[in-house]
């Protein structure tokens, strides 16, 4: 069940990239969509909140700052880096640029935070540079220079998400976190996303889905509703649902099946296509990033409650390093 979590999570986070490609091509900006889809997870994540868990609401004067960042860092520039990098590259392509951010929490953790990282790491990193350098076919670089850029900005605020986040999680519940961190993004890009000048009467306009679904119309407050539903909240349940189940590494490597479903939901729908060497890059990368995943020894303190409830899966995993430790001693 954890895996099906996972896989169904990185199935709709995919196709919701297409989607987004979409409703930008319809008219709206990748702001404006950002706006929307921050807007509408926190209001969704505040409801369940108030029905079944308030306390959970409940933020200390300490938590204020990295919740903060988080919402800013961590979740509004990720949310815009990416849907301004799709408006100019392939949707599988942006997504690969976003996912550096596994290598990059790996490395700042064993630079800066003193963790135990291992020695794949650099094999990771070298198989991503290899992989990226076929993709983007960096001898004529193929790839929209700025659509790099942004996508690179979406991987510093996974990054930061990553970080950030997984510290929270020891003082917040998940769907808190989640709540907090999309309201502060609202707020953020309220000022930036020219939210004022959209005409909404267009929202009720039949448009066409694009692609192979040409022939389909649906109106933009449609999409809106299945970006906010089904590509933003339902996934992110889904994904804490698979932690639950499993360990946090597995979870993590299930979730980058993401890239490869974002690559076959662009292809079947909007009819992005990869030529056969590109294909063999962004197979190198993934499993780079799949590497990486597995680099961390142990990402943050684990509280004693959680010990007790994750022991189990914990357990075998110390098991199995114990030869690797007695030999860096």
Request: charged share 10%; proline share 3%; no cysteine.
């Amino acid at each position: 069940m954890g895996y099906l979590y996972a896989f169904s999570a990185a199935l709709l986070f995919g196709a919701n990239g297409s989607l987004t490609k979409v409703m930008i091509g319809a008219g709206l900006s990748a702001l404006q969509v950002t706006q929307f889809r921050v807007v509408g997870a926190a209001l969704v994540a505040a409801l369940v909140l108030l029905l079944l868990d308030r306390k959970s609401l409940r933020i200390t004067r300490g938590q204020i700052g990295p919740l903060i960042a988080m919402g800013i860092g961590g979740v509004a520039l990720l949310q815009a880096g990416y849907a301004l990098a799709i408006q100019r590259l392939p949707v599988g392509i942006a997504l690969l640029i976003e996912y550096l951010a596994v290598p990059t929490v790996a490395l700042i953790a064993f630079f800066f935070f003193k963790e135990r990282v291992r020695r794949r790491i650099w094999v990771s990193i070298a198989l991503i540079m290899v992989g990226l350098s076929i993709v983007a076919q960096i001898w004529n670089f193929s790839l929209d220079f700025v659509g790099v850029i942004w996508g690179l900005v979406a991987a510093a605020s996974l990054t930061t998400y990553f970080l950030v986040g997984e510290r929270q999680m020891q003082t917040i519940s998940p769907l808190a976190l989640m709540f907090w961190s999309m309201s502060v993004a609202a707020v953020f890009w309220a000022f930036f996303s020219k939210w004022w000048e959209i005409d909404w009467a267009s929202f009720a306009t039949p448009i066409s889905l694009q692609g192979s679904l040409s022939g389909v119309e649906v109106s933009l407050w449609t999409m809106l509703a299945w970006n906010i539903l089904l590509g933003s909240f339902a996934p992110f349940l889904l994904s804490l649902a698979a932690i639950k189940k499993l360990s946090a590494t597995a979870a993590g490597i299930a979730a980058t099946s993401e890239i490869a479903f974002a690559f076959a939901a662009a292809w079947l729908w909007l009819n992005q296509t990869l030529g056969g060497f590109q294909i063999a890059g962004a197979l190198i990368v993934l499993f780079g990033i799949i590497l990486a995943q597995t680099a961390r020894r142990s990402p943050v303190p684990i509280s004693a409650d959680l010990a007790l409830e994750t022991g189990p899966i914990i357990l075998p995993e110390l098991i199995e390093e114990l030869p690797e430790q007695a030999t860096d001693r």
